[in-house]
Each structure stands twice: as C-alpha cells, then as structure tokens.
C-alpha cells in the first residue's frame, strides 16, 4: 500500500515539471496583480495556452497517439493535473471536449471526422460543446426532443432547445444528442450529431445563475442545415454513443473531485482565522463532520486510481463521491458564513460564490435522486423503480404525459 | 500509487472469515443478551490459532510482524458477525510494548496469547484540553490521567479508567501515566496489589469492557518515546473504525436482501426510491468508512504525523456509518427488525455502545478539527 509513482510514472511528472518550469512563464493570468480582465481576452489567452500544451504532451494525455495525444493511462493525466495545478497555472480551456467529446468522437467516429475534428480540438483552435440535456429531458435524457429530420438528400434539419451547455457562447462545435425518429421507443430513436455552432438557424442565449454569473448557455436550433457527415456513430445509435460520453463524465468526475476546491484545508484555514470559532465546540463538530467525509474522497479517488491503474473501469459508485463533495462543501459554505456573518455574503466573497454556486451543481451531471437510484440499481443490485415509458413508441409517450409532443 | 489490498491481505482476511464462521456468534449474543454468558463462545484459541495475538509484534518475539492496517482487517471481520474477541484491548497494548526496548520478553507471551494485554486507553492533549485524560464512569468531563511516583522496582501506578475494552480476564494492563508531569508508558500485572477490575459489561454481550482502579499499584515503566503512547490511541481509533465499518456491511447486506425479497403493493420494497436511497446513504458512508480505513492504514508507516488525523477521520465516520447502518437496518426491516426475533437489535446495540467508547465519537470529531486547525496555522 502507497501513494507513491512508480518509476515510470515519476519520469513522467518529471517531464511534465520540466515543461511547466520552462513554459510557464507564457500562462495567461487569471486572478491576483496584472490578471485579464476582458472575458474575449481571457478565452483567446486560454485557448493558445491549451495549444502550447497540447504541443508539450500536457493535453490529451490519454487520447491515441495518432490522435495528437500521448497514448497514456488515467495515471498519467492526474499527474499531469496535478503538476499543472502545482504550477499554478490554469490548465486547458476545454477540458469537456478533450475529456469526453473527444475520446466520444475516437469510439465512434468515422475516420473523417477524426480527421477533421480532433488536432483542433485538442490544440484549442475550436472549442467543442456538449449539447445532450433540455428543458424537459435531463436525468431521463433519452426524453431528448430536439428533432433530427431526414432530408430527401441525405442531409439533416435540426429543430429544438438544448440547455445547461457549458462555452456555447465561443464553441466553434458542438456534439448534439437528437431524436430521429418519434416512433420507436426511446432510446433507440436517437442519434448524435456534430452541429457547427456558427451554422443558419444556431442561437446561444447565456443562463445566468444564482451568482448573477452566466457560465451555461441555452441553445437555440431552428430548422438547421447539418449534411449527412454530421452523424456520429450511426444513426439510431445515439444512445450508445451519449453513454460512451457519460462514462467519461464520470472518469473526469470521480478523479477531479479535489480539483474543485471543495476540500477540507480550504475550508479549515478560513475557520483558523477566527480565534473565537476555532474553540467553539458546535464549530470544530461541524468542521470535523464535514472534513472527515471530504478527506474520505480523496482517498476514494487513490482507491480509483489504483483501479484504473489495473485497468479497471470506475462504475457508477463514483457518483456517491459527488454527492459527499456538493454536501459537504454546501455545509462547509453555511458554517463559514455563519461565523463570518452577512460579511461573507458580499459581493467579491469567494464564500458568496461558492454558496451560490453549490445549488445548482447539486443537480449538474445527474441529480443527487437518480444519482442514488443508478447505485442503488446497478450497485447495490436493487430492483428498478416500475417504469411507464418501456416499449412505448416515443410519440405515444409524449401523449400519454400530457405534454406537446 | 497502490490503494488496494495486497494478495497475503486478501488471504489474511479470508482466512479471518473462514475461521469466524465456524461459531455461531449472532446466536451467542442473543443468548448472552439473556444473561447465558455461558453462550459466548470463547474465541480466544482460535485467534492464537490463527496468529492475531501476535499480529503487531515483529517476528523476533514471535509475532507476525504485520501492519496496522492487517490488524484492522482483522477486526473488521470480527465486526461483520461481531464476533467477541479481545483483540481491541490486546492489539494495542502490543504495540506500546513493542516499541519499549526493555520490556521485550513481555512480548513473547502476548505474541502466542499464552497472556492477553489490555490497553487502558488516554487521550493525549489538544488545543483545547492541556492534559492526558480518560474516559470518566460518567459524565462529559473527561477525567485526568493516571499518574506515577517513584522509579526502578519502586514505580507505583495510581488511577481510576472506566469503560476500558477487554480489561476483564486479562493477564496484563498496559498504559500512559503521567510521572512528574511527563507522559510515561508503564505496565502492570493485572493480579497485582491495588489493581481492581470491576467487569462492566453494558447493552452489547459481545462488548467486553471494565473499570480499572490502580491504587499505588506496582507498575513497571516503559522505555517507548511518547509518540508510541500518542499512536496507541489512534491505533485503538482505527481499529474500532475497522471493526465497526465491518458491522456497517453486513448490515447493509442483509438490509439489501431483504429489501429485494420484501414485497408491498405488488413490488419489492427495494423499487421505493425512499428505500433505496436510504440504503445508497449506508453505502455511501460505508465506502467512505472504507477509504479512511485505507488512509489510516498507509498513514500508520507511510506518513505517521498525519495518523491522528487519518485514524480520528476513519473513527469519526465508521461510528457514525454504522449508527446510520443500524437504524436503517431496523426501517427497512419494519417491526420485526427492532425485535428479538432478528439481528438487527444486535447490531444497534453494537452501534450504540461503540460510538461511546474510547472518547466517542464526539471526541474523534474534534480531534480532525483540531488536526486540520493546527495545519492551517502551519500553513
């Protein structure tokens, strides 16, 4: 038992500090003295950023090598993390196309679009969205409704509502989870489609949340021409292909857990301050709840790793580590501002922001319900709840809901 | 990076398994509940059999020469069919022992289990608490430390420690006392003059606990740095945590059983989202029980400053995993889980019992609020 890299493994943190030691100096700077304020300004800084590192090896570390990646394991690309962040240095803009979008368009992508898409992609040069959730189909994403229309030609006429896109606003593309045909049940009539975000008929509206941030978007599509190409992995096959995705959604989760700044050090150094909180018996209980399950994660994710250091695949368990870090950091929130009072509440508070931002991060990448019911079903083994929509065209679903199909 | 069990571990607690099924621990604890303390069997032969007396001591004095965290693997077999076996009183006295160069030739008995040690649990000092305490009979003011006078043959032990696990029936009680103001280990014959064990056996049969008094008690003063003394009681945090997170599966698996076969308005009670959900509750904490325990495991060699921080986190969310387990276990059993009929009661009194001991939970709590606090000034 050790936290410890093995020799290849410290060779390989070697290189990536040698690089960062060189290369970092060329970093945009996002926060403290002579930081980019202008928001077009730090996305162009960060997008050339993520090309100097993908020209370092320091992106992409686990996509193929024919792909412009490092042909590397999971190991690799949390060292790699976690050599960026000791760098302090802000790590790549697209961290959703390169970690799931990308290794989605290698699995089922034709040869061409692996091609077209992928050396862009990974060098920042077009930043990729993910357009799957609506308005009315997020945990039950198979409910998608934006509708894939086959053309005579062979082309497509996209219509519907895409929401929650994390970068639409400067996205040159987007993976898009569409129905194309109504009239089987739901999760075989689907497809994926890559959607240029710049194409006729594409609008992005900023969601602005409770901070008085926008960092998602809704997307608009009305009657988009997308050609026969768009498709990935087949039509039809689109639920297979969203999984694929999921799966690296939750990889990215369950190793990036720290990575959100929800921990336990974080949150004890704003109570050491308060040389009255420090020994209040109600405060250290509360600090020692919180810390003891937030610390429990971090080595959840050393568990994981190890996992996937034996070619493991993490399975769905690694959603209850989401729901320990959101909770924890929602109650890590109230007691800090609780000892602070209405002062950590102000405007520029990273507490305010953080308060704010934890109700809506409850839901993001599953609900904390259907989290619970996908590890009570495919973990624990528990049966699942009776459902309505099997083997119902999803035409007659919609109807049968009482919703405008 | 390796976060897992090793091959010999696996073995180690398979073997565990194997040999603890052979008795039929659950009925004796029922029946012990009724006070056939004749019911209990007596464990004890075969963990010598099976080696555990000796699993902290190096091989030199006939141990195994194993890790904290292979001891705790034990236990959390012991915790699955709570299984009552001296090992949390005996296991860490070993380890005070071992690291007191002069004591050594008291290891090789406690190594076989030819004698059985108990440990006599302290506290060791905090931010806010400037002494080495003990649990007291009563109360939530923690009461003060043994303390020792005189030195070489005429070293005398004097305290009073209640609730201390494993005390009845062993040869040897091993401990912190403060001499001159300076925590010291010291070992004393539990037949010797001034020593009183009073068994005080409490809610759980399978829990053997006693208050000791020590009146001018012969002791004999250990060698060992003080950080042994501090890590003794961690020791005894993590290997509570393991033994409880043990009784945390089992637990959970029964309840998931049942909760698959259990039918009520035409389906298995498993399909409700409010059963399921409170079992993935359960499951939650136990894998993050678990993860500490590995944490407390690597810890104890690989980073021993962070071991009070690790064993207190491991101690603080198995205690309050298995609090949550056994309570589920009862709803999702309906009635018949809070009766005699089923084990369910078993494991709540387990639960109950166990978070009180050795400072409870509370204590173990405020101890990773004070490990973290102290981090943050030095940071």
């Given at each position: 038992?050790?936290?410890?890299?093995?020799?290849?493994?410290?060779?390989?943190?070697?290189?990536?500090?040698?690089?960062?030691?060189?290369?970092?100096?060329?970093?945009?700077?996002?926060?403290?003295?002579?930081?980019?304020?202008?928001?077009?300004?730090?996305?162009?800084?960060?997008?050339?950023?993520?090309?100097?590192?993908?020209?370092?090896?320091?992106?992409?570390?686990?996509?193929?090598?024919?792909?412009?990646?490092?042909?590397?394991?999971?190991?690799?690309?949390?060292?790699?993390?976690?050599?960026?962040?000791?760098?302090?240095?802000?790590?790549?803009?697209?961290?959703?196309?390169?970690?799931?979008?990308?290794?989605?368009?290698?699995?089922?992508?034709?040869?061409?679009?692996?091609?077209?898409?992928?050396?862009?992609?990974?060098?920042?040069?077009?930043?990729?969205?993910?357009?799957?959730?609506?308005?009315?189909?997020?945990?039950?994403?198979?409910?998608?409704?934006?509708?894939?229309?086959?053309?005579?030609?062979?082309?497509?006429?996209?219509?519907?509502?895409?929401?929650?896109?994390?970068?639409?606003?400067?996205?040159?593309?987007?993976?898009?989870?569409?129905?194309?045909?109504?009239?089987?049940?739901?999760?075989?009539?689907?497809?994926?489609?890559?959607?240029?975000?710049?194409?006729?008929?594409?609008?992005?509206?900023?969601?602005?949340?409770?901070?008085?941030?926008?960092?998602?978007?809704?997307?608009?599509?009305?009657?988009?021409?997308?050609?026969?190409?768009?498709?990935?992995?087949?039509?039809?096959?689109?639920?297979?292909?969203?999984?694929?995705?999921?799966?690296?959604?939750?990889?990215?989760?369950?190793?990036?857990?720290?990575?959100?700044?929800?921990?336990s050090t974080?949150f004890a150094l704003?109570l050491a301050r308060d040389a009255h909180a420090r020994r209040d018996p109600e405060v250290r209980h509360q600090l020692g709840e919180i810390a003891s399950?937030?610390i429990?994660?971090?080595?959840?994710?050393?568990?994981?790793?190890?996992?996937?250091?034996?070619?493991?695949?993490?399975?769905?368990?690694?959603?209850?580590?989401?729901?320990?870090?959101?909770?924890?950091?929602?109650?890590?929130?109230?007691l800090?501002?609780?000892v602070?009072?209405?002062?950590?509440?102000?405007?520029?508070?990273?507490?305010?922001?953080?308060?704010?931002?934890?109700?809506?991060?409850?839901?993001?990448?599953?609900?904390?319900?259907?989290?619970?019911?996908?590890?009570?079903?495919?973990?624990?083994?528990?049966?699942?709840?009776?459902?309505?929509?099997?083997?119902?065209?999803?035409?007659?679903?919609?109807?049968?809901?009482?919703?405008?199909? | 990076?390796?976060?897992?069990?090793?091959?010999?571990?696996?073995?180690?607690?398979?073997?565990?398994?194997?040999?603890?099924?052979?008795?039929?621990?659950?009925?004796?604890?029922?029946?012990?509940?009724?006070?056939?303390?004749?019911?209990?069997?007596?464990?004890?032969?075969?963990?010598?059999?099976?080696?555990?007396?000796?699993?902290l001591?190096?091989?030199?004095?006939?141990?195994?020469?194993?890790?904290a965290?292979?001891a705790?693997?034990?236990?959390?077999?012991?915790?699955?069919?709570?299984?009552?076996?001296p090992l949390l009183g005996h296991l860490p006295a070993t380890a005070i022992l071992g690291d007191a160069p002069a004591a050594?030739?008291l290891?090789?008995?406690?190594?076989?289990?030819?004698?059985?040690a108990a440990y006599l649990p302290a506290s060791p000092p905090s931010d806010l608490q400037e002494r080495w305490t003990v649990d007291p009979a009563s109360g939530s003011q923690r009461a003060p430390a043994a303390t020792l006078t005189g030195a070489g043959e005429q070293a005398r032990v004097s305290g009073e420690l209640a609730w201390v696990p494993d005390a009845p029936?062993a040869?040897l009680l091993v401990g912190v006392a403060l001499l001159d103001g300076s925590p010291t280990g010291f070992a004393v014959e539990a037949?010797a003059t001034g020593v009183t064990i009073e068994e005080t056996?409490r809610?759980?049969?399978?829990r053997s606990l006693g208050h000791v008094s020590l009146k001018d008690a012969p002791a004999r003063l250990l060698d060992g740095p003080e950080a042994s003394l501090t890590a003794a009681w961690h020791m005894a945090q993590a290997l509570l945590a393991a033994e409880s997170?043990?009784?945390?599966?089992?637990?959970?698996?029964?309840?998931?059983?049942?909760?698959?076969?259990?039918?009520?308005?035409?389906?298995?009670?498993?399909?409700?989202?409010?059963?399921?959900?409170?079992?993935?509750?359960?499951?939650?904490?136990?894998?993050?029980?678990?993860?500490l325990?590995?944490y407390a495991?690597?810890a104890r060699n690989?980073s021993p400053g962070e071991f009070p921080l690790a064993a207190s986190c491991a101690r603080a969310v198995a205690g309050r995993?298995?609090?949550?387990?056994?309570?589920?276990?009862?709803?999702?059993?309906?009635?018949?889980?809070?009766?005699?009929?089923?084990?369910?009661?078993?494991?709540?009194?387990?639960?109950q019992l166990s978070r009180r001991l050795l400072g409870g939970i509370g204590g173990a709590t405020d101890r990773v609020a004070e490990q973290l606090l102290a981090q943050a000034d030095a940071a």
């Amino acid at each position: 038992m050790d936290l410890d890299d093995t020799p290849e493994q410290a060779a390989y943190r070697a290189e990536a500090r040698g690089w960062l030691e060189e290369h970092k100096s060329e970093a945009p700077v996002l926060s403290g003295p002579g930081a980019l304020e202008d928001e077009d300004e730090i996305i162009a800084a960060r997008r050339a950023w993520q090309g100097k590192l993908a020209e370092g090896g320091l992106a992409g570390v686990t996509w193929p090598k024919e792909y412009g990646g490092q042909g590397r394991g999971p190991i690799e690309q949390v060292i790699c993390n976690q050599e960026i962040a000791r760098a302090k240095v802000p790590g790549i803009l697209d961290a959703i196309g390169v970690g799931m979008l990308g290794p989605t368009i290698i699995a089922h992508g034709s040869d061409e679009q692996k091609a077209r898409y992928l050396g862009p992609m990974l060098h920042g040069d077009e930043v990729w969205c993910q357009m799957f959730s609506e308005p009315a189909a997020g945990s039950d994403l198979a409910a998608v409704q934006t509708r894939a229309r086959l053309q005579d030609d062979g082309s497509w006429r996209l219509t519907g509502q895409k929401v929650w896109t994390t970068n639409a606003q400067f996205a040159s593309y987007g993976l898009l989870l569409a129905r194309t045909d109504a009239d089987v049940p739901k999760h075989k009539g689907l497809t994926m489609f890559i959607v240029p975000m710049d194409g006729e008929g594409v609008t992005v509206r900023g969601l602005r949340q409770i901070s008085g941030e926008a960092e998602f978007n809704e997307v608009f599509f009305d009657d988009v021409a997308l050609d026969e190409n768009a498709v990935v992995g087949g039509v039809g096959n689109g639920w297979g292909t969203a999984l694929t995705t999921l799966m690296y959604e939750r990889v990215t989760i369950g190793l990036g857990g720290e990575g959100m700044g929800y921990n336990s050090t974080r949150f004890a150094l704003a109570l050491a301050r308060d040389a009255h909180a420090r020994r209040d018996p109600e405060v250290r209980h509360q600090l020692g709840e919180i810390a003891s399950e937030l610390i429990a994660v971090r080595f959840t994710g050393y568990r994981t790793l190890t996992a996937l250091q034996r070619g493991q695949i993490p399975g769905p368990e690694a959603g209850l580590a989401k729901v320990t870090i959101v909770n924890g950091a929602v109650r890590a929130g109230d007691l800090i501002a609780d000892v602070i009072g209405p002062e950590a509440l102000s405007e520029d508070s990273e507490w305010a922001y953080m308060i704010s931002f934890l109700p809506g991060l409850k839901s993001a990448g599953g609900t904390e319900e259907i989290l619970r019911n996908t590890i009570g079903e495919r973990v624990l083994g528990l049966p699942p709840e009776p459902r309505l929509d099997k083997g119902i065209p999803f035409s007659e679903l919609r109807s049968k809901e009482g919703a405008p199909a | 990076m390796n976060l897992a069990l090793s091959d010999e571990q696996e073995f180690l607690r398979e073997a565990a398994r194997g040999a603890l099924s052979r008795f039929k621990t659950l009925e004796a604890a029922r029946e012990a509940l009724d006070g056939d303390d004749a019911a209990l069997p007596d464990l004890w032969p075969m963990a010598r059999e099976a080696g555990w007396p000796g699993l902290l001591i190096d091989e030199a004095h006939g141990g195994a020469g194993l890790d904290a965290f292979d001891a705790m693997l034990v236990l959390g077999e012991c915790g699955r069919v709570l299984a009552g076996i001296p090992l949390l009183g005996h296991l860490p006295a070993t380890a005070i022992l071992g690291d007191a160069p002069a004591a050594s030739e008291l290891l090789e008995p406690l190594a076989t289990g030819e004698r059985r040690a108990a440990y006599l649990p302290a506290s060791p000092p905090s931010d806010l608490q400037e002494r080495w305490t003990v649990d007291p009979a009563s109360g939530s003011q923690r009461a003060p430390a043994a303390t020792l006078t005189g030195a070489g043959e005429q070293a005398r032990v004097s305290g009073e420690l209640a609730w201390v696990p494993d005390a009845p029936g062993a040869d040897l009680l091993v401990g912190v006392a403060l001499l001159d103001g300076s925590p010291t280990g010291f070992a004393v014959e539990a037949d010797a003059t001034g020593v009183t064990i009073e068994e005080t056996r409490r809610y759980d049969a399978t829990r053997s606990l006693g208050h000791v008094s020590l009146k001018d008690a012969p002791a004999r003063l250990l060698d060992g740095p003080e950080a042994s003394l501090t890590a003794a009681w961690h020791m005894a945090q993590a290997l509570l945590a393991a033994e409880s997170i043990g009784s945390v599966e089992t637990a959970l698996e029964v309840s998931v059983a049942y909760a698959k076969e259990r039918h009520t308005f035409g389906r298995a009670i498993g399909s409700y989202q409010a059963v399921k959900h409170s079992l993935t509750e359960v499951l939650r904490q136990l894998e993050n029980g678990r993860s500490l325990l590995y944490y407390a495991g690597w810890a104890r060699n690989g980073s021993p400053g962070e071991f009070p921080l690790a064993a207190s986190c491991a101690r603080a969310v198995a205690g309050r995993a298995l609090d949550n387990a056994a309570r589920t276990m009862i709803s999702v059993h309906g009635g018949i889980g809070a009766t005699w009929e089923h084990d369910a009661p078993l494991y709540f009194r387990r639960a109950q019992l166990s978070r009180r001991l050795l400072g409870g939970i509370g204590g173990a709590t405020d101890r990773v609020a004070e490990q973290l606090l102290a981090q943050a000034d030095a940071a």
